[in-house]
Structure formats: structure tokens, C-alpha cells
């Protein structure tokens, strides 16, 4: 807690300091201070909700917040569609070949994100391997535009996040009981009605850790929608560099930061209560 307390909670409340003051350009840094010592020697406090109202005043700020949580969510789900498969096939694979399928999935881990976008964007553009593979095939006559568009930053942030999915929704399978498939089997189930009833439900706490693990650090993705995504790919990250570097408004850069903070952790807080609180209903029974 105090690790958390001196890298998250400080830096946390320094941020929200600064979105209550004002802009100041030309000097550093470029923003007022909140105490204000006169020379009477009185004690004044200056807090402004300017920047806050800011966002609720213009349009740029909310379609970006949208379009940051369709991003994260659609690539979310994607990502356990994708993910399950492969997370299931791990945890019923033999030892050693789960071993091997494990370090698979770490590998991309190895290499840095950065890298690996551009990487992407190499794959997605006019000549590259998808469309060559395409027109090789015959399936199209000129060039698919991938690059630039949305359909690039949802396979971007989706190929960067995949192994935060099977990664935790394999430690959860791998700890199931496959036993209670087979009881179930005997019992004259089908697979897929055993699917559905035994191991979908036990495989739940982790898809919720997984789903959690992608669409929280994607609502604030930055490199993938600037480096794959069009003009139009407007995410809430986009926003806060433009507003931090170009800009140099630091207040209301801050006040997007902090709004984007409580958009992720109010929602994740009152779902685990809810959860909790689930979970004990279920114990006490």
C-alpha cells in the first residue's frame, strides 16, 4: 500500500492540483498556483472547475471518450473470442507442450510495443502482407485500405493485448477439474451442453480478470490509434498528448487525465463491490 500510495495516490492528487488551476503560457510551469500568500499575509485559495466544465462544453471531449471506450470495448471482446480458444487448448494440452504454447503467447512481450505497431502497420498498409496475400489468392482485385482506418487500431490494440486475455483465463481453466466434463458426459451431456453448463461458468472469474486487464489500459491507448488509426480515430489518449505537448495547457490536459481515471476506476470499483458481495451471499448459503 505504500508503494501504490507513492506511485499511484501522490502523483494522482498532484495531477488533480493542477487541473483546478489555470493556464499560465510563457512561464514554467504554465499554470497558477492554488495557494496565493498576499502581502498582508493572508492565506488565499484559488480553485477553478473551468476545466472541468471544458469538457462537458465541447464535443471534441466526448466523442473522444466514446470513441476511446468503443475502441476498448469491441477490442475486448474480440480479444476473449480470440483469446478463449487458445487459453483452452493450453490449459488440456499435455505438460509439456502447455510449457511451449505458454512461452508462445509471452513471446510478442519480448519485443517492444512500439515495435510491434509498426510492425503492424507494415502488414496492414496497401503492399503489404495482407493485401499481397489476397491478390495472390484472388479474393480481391486492388488493394483493401487497412491502414489508417478503425478496423486497423482494433486489430492493433487486440494483437498488442491477446496474451493479457489467455493469460489469466489459462490459469484459471488449467486449475478446473476436466473430471466434472467427463461425470457430465456419462451423465449423457453433450460437449458443447457441457461446455456451456460446467466449464463456461468455473472459466468466469477469468475472463473477468482478463477483460479487465485489456480494456482498462486500451481506453487510454495512445500509440496504436495514433500510429494505425485515420483522423477520425479521436481517442482520449490522442487528446491528453495534444493538450499536454502542443498545447501546453497542462490544467486542462490534467483534467482530461483525471476524467479518464474516474470513467475506468468509479465503474471497476462499484462492479467488485457488487461482486463481493455476490460471492458472500453465495458463501453464507
Known amino acids: 500500500m ?83 480458444p487458445i487459453a483452452y487448448g493450453i490449459a488440456r494440452a499435455p505438460a509439456l507442450w502447455r510449457m511451449a504454447l505458454l512461452v508462445g503467447v509471452i513471446l510478442p512481450f519480448w519485443t517492444s510495443s512500439l515495435l510491434r505497431t509498426y510492425a503492424m502497420s507494415g502488414i496492414l498498409k496497401t503492399n503489404g502482407l495482407i493485401n499481397q496475400f489476397l491478390l495472390w489468392l484472388g479474393v480481391i482485385e486492388q488493394p483493401l485500405e487497412l491502414l489508417y482506418t478503425n478496423l486497423a487500431v482494433y486489430i492493433g490494440i487486440v494483437y498488442n493485448y491477446l496474451p493479457f486475455m489467455i493469460l489469466p483465463l489459462a490459469a484459471n481453466l488449467m486449475r478446473m477439474d476436466f473430471t466434472l466434463l467427463e461425470a457430465a458426459e456419462d451423465l449423457g451431456a453433450r460437449p458443447w451442453n457441457a461446455f456451456l453448463r460446467i466449464t463456461l461458468p468455473l472459466s468466469l472469474p477469468g475472463m473477468i480478470a482478463g477483460s479487465m486487464l485489456v480494456f482498462i489500459p486500451a481506453v487510454g491507448e495512445f500509440v496504436i490509434p495514433d500510429i494505425l488509426g485515420g483522423p477520425d480515430a479521436i481517442t482520449i489518449g490522442r487528446v491528453l498528448w495534444t493538450e499536454f505537448f502542443t498545447n501546453r495547457d497542462w490544467p486542462l490536459a490534467s483534467a482530461v487525465a483525471v476524467a479518464m481515471l474516474l470513467l475506468i476506476v468509479l465503474p471497476t470499483l462499484i462492479f467488485e463491490y457488487v461482486e463481493n458481495k455476490r460471492e458472500q451471499r453465495e458463501a453464507g448459503r
Do not use: C, H
Open 2 to 84: 505504500l508503494w501504490l500510495g507513492l506511485f499511484f495516490l501522490v502523483p494522482f492528487l498532484i495531477v488533480m492540483k493542477i487541473s483546478l488551476s489555470s493556464a499560465l503560457f510563457g512561464q514554467s510551469p504554465p499554470y497558477s498556483a492554488l495557494l496565493d500568500l498576499s502581502q498582508e499575509g493572508s492565506l488565499s485559495i484559488r480553485l477553478g472547475w473551468a476545466n472541468y466544465t471544458a469538457l462537458l462544453k465541447d464535443s471534441l471531449y466526448l466523442q473522444a471518450y466514446l470513441n476511446s471506450l468503443l475502441f476498448a470495448g469491441v477490442s475486448t471482446a474480440a480479444a476473449l473470442v480470440i483469446g478463449y
